[in-house]
């Protein structure tokens, strides 16, 4: 089980949670463009698989074995590139803080003039 937060900058927009392959969202907006899932209201295991992998590198990358080496990570695994990564992009202040973790926007946040 473990849960996490879906944030934009330092706004939690929803919170999930994972236990096995059952997923429950609460979301905090009514704007499906902030939401982590969209309109979907029950997102399904692979809901989730599918947004930390729209927030990661693309598996195909040029030089993707070299980023995943420099994470110490050995293959390819969105998970865990995300849990290194917090799923940040360079196009949006969207992120994801895990319940384990004490971090906000200014610690995760790769392009400091967002």
Same mark, same amino acid.
């Given at each position: 089980?473990?849960?996490?937060?879906?944030?934009?900058?330092?706004?939690?927009?929803?919170?999930?949670?994972?236990?096995?392959?059952?997923?429950?969202?609460?979301?905090? *907006? +009514?704007?499906?463009?902030?939401?982590?899932?969209?309109?979907?209201? +029950?997102? *399904?295991?692979?809901?989730?698989?599918? !947004?930390? !992998?729209?927030?990661?590198?693309?598996?195909?990358?040029?030089?993707?074995?070299?980023? !995943?080496?420099?994470?110490?990570?050995?293959?390819?695994?969105?998970?865990?590139?995300?849990?290194? *990564?917090?799923?940040?992009?360079?196009?949006?202040?969207?992120?994801?803080?895990?319940?384990?973790?004490?971090?906000?926007?200014?610690?995760? +946040?790769?392009?400091? +003039?967002?």
């Amino acid at each position: 089980m473990y849960s996490f937060e879906y944030l934009d900058k330092d706004t939690v927009l929803a919170k999930v949670y994972i236990d096995g392959d059952t997923v429950v969202v609460e979301n905090y *907006t +009514n704007d499906v463009i902030d939401r982590p899932f969209g309109n979907c209201e +029950n997102p *399904t295991i692979d809901n989730v698989k599918e !947004l930390f !992998l729209e927030r990661c590198f693309p598996e195909t990358r040029v030089n993707a074995k070299q980023i !995943l080496r420099s994470m110490g990570i050995d293959y390819y695994d969105p998970y865990r590139i995300i849990r290194k *990564t917090h799923g940040v992009l360079i196009e949006d202040c969207y992120w994801i803080r895990f319940s384990d973790e004490d971090v906000c926007w200014k610690d995760v +946040n790769c392009v400091r +003039n967002f």
